[in-house]
Structures are given as C-alpha cells and as structure tokens.
C-alpha cells in the first residue's frame, strides 16, 4: 500500500521547543497540501506545495510555521518555538495535480500535543 | 469566514435507512464538491465528488446532489450500515484562474448508524 505516509503519528513537545512533521505523498505525486485541524473543527487548508516550490501558503501563520518539499525525499512542515495553541492534528494530502477536480489522498495525520 | 457550512453537528439512523447529510457554501466560485469520510485517528478518506456542471452523482450506496441556485449539496447514503458511522466532511474547491485545488471544508457531521 503505497498511500500517503506521515510521522511521527504523535508528537510531544514542550513549549518553546521545534516540531517537525514529515510527509511522503503517494509514489508519483508531485503535489502536496498540508491541512491542520483544531479540536471539533474541520480541516484547514494551510499551504500548498510542489517540488522544491511553495505555490500557496495563504493559509499558514506568519511567523513560526515554515515547509519544504524537497527534489529528494519527504516535504516537512517546521513549527519552531511551539506554543500549546498549535496543538492539532496536521494532515498532509498528495495529488497527481494541483488541478481542483483532482482528488487529494491524505494520510493519517501527525497528532502535535503541547505541553 | 466560513465558506463551506456544515450545520448539523450530529446525526443517528437506523441501519437500513437513508442518511442524509447537508452542507452548504457562500462562494459561488466553487467548482467541485468532494465528500470525505473520518473515522478517529485517521486521516479523511475520499467518497463521492460531484462537478458545479452536474446536479447529481452516484457511486453505489452514495449519490451527492447539487443545488447552485440554492448553493446546497447533500449527501444520500442508502441503505445505511453501521460502518458508515464516522465523520463526513463537505469540501469545495475552485479552478478558477489562481486558484491551487486547495480544498475548503466544513466543519463536519458525525454520522451514528444504530443496528
């Protein structure tokens, strides 16, 4: 099963420290979308990503929150001096294009705790 | 501002009914309909889409229905078994010049289907 592979799955960290969550999109897609969701929200678009190019990050904060998706290997979203407002679960979606009737395949999600 | 609504919060049929569940969207721009489906610590799975050119789709036991005029999909599930209980989530997208296929969700509805 070559789906969409996230980690860690759970991640602790305490407040001020850097969080990193990996990604790996299904084998061939070049387009990778994170989202997070808040506890009893819906997913929220954050930033859109192809290789080596961020194409939209109308959705993530100004400050702290960063992403690559590099020519090799797993796109990252980097949350740096986290803070417990940022505890959620971070989901990252791939597709075969950034076209809209294109379906997004998501994976399991990272689940972030701040403490 | 949210774009894409999800109003009922909750809802509980029998198995072998009919579910149905409402979600509607405030901009016009939107040209694809996608429903995804969440069961607890995974990631949202794809159902069902529909295009803003068509007024129905159906995929065995799933058929989405399209209203612009009144700017409201629904989703019908028959007949409902208890596996269906999950989080179903209403997202839309546009493929408008600019836009990225970026996905806007709703909030959610979880769906309980009693044996």
């Known amino acids: 099963n070559a789906g969409v592979m996230q980690n860690p799955r759970h991640l602790v960290r305490r407040r001020g420290q850097e969080a990193r969550l990996r990604c790996s999109p299904v084998k061939g897609h070049s387009h990778v979308y994170w989202y997070r969701q808040l506890p009893e929200e819906g997913l929220k678009f954050m930033v859109y990503l192809q290789k080596e190019n961020i194409i939209d990050e109308s959705g993530m904060p100004k400050e702290r929150f960063s992403a690559e998706f590099p020519k090799e290997g797993p796109s990252i979203l980097r949350i740096q001096q986290v803070v417990r407002g940022d505890s959620a679960a971070y989901f990252c979606a791939s597709s075969p294009s950034g076209r809209s009737s294109y379906e997004q395949y998501f994976g399991p999600g990272t689940r972030l705790t701040v403490t | ?115």
């Not at chain 2, 058929?63 to 596996?83: D, E, R």
């Not at chain 2, 970026?102 to 959610?108: R, S, V, W």
Request: charged share 20%; with cysteine.
């Open chain 2, 1 to 115: 501002d949210q774009q894409v609504k999800q109003n009922s919060p909750s809802l509980s049929v029998q198995e072998g009914r009919i579910s149905i569940l409402n979600c509607d969207y405030t901009n016009s721009m939107f040209d694809y309909f996608l429903w995804y489906k969440k069961y607890p610590a995974e990631g949202p799975t794809f159902l069902i889409s529909i295009s803003s050119i068509k007024d129905k789709n159906e995929d065995g036991r799933f058929t989405v229905f399209l209203n612009k005029s009144a700017k409201h999909l629904s989703l019908h599930i028959v007949p409902s078994q208890p596996g269906d209980s999950a989080v179903y989530f209403c997202a839309a997208s546009h493929g408008r010049s600019g836009n990225t296929g970026k996905l806007i969700f709703g909030q959610g509805t979880t769906l309980q289907v009693k044996p």
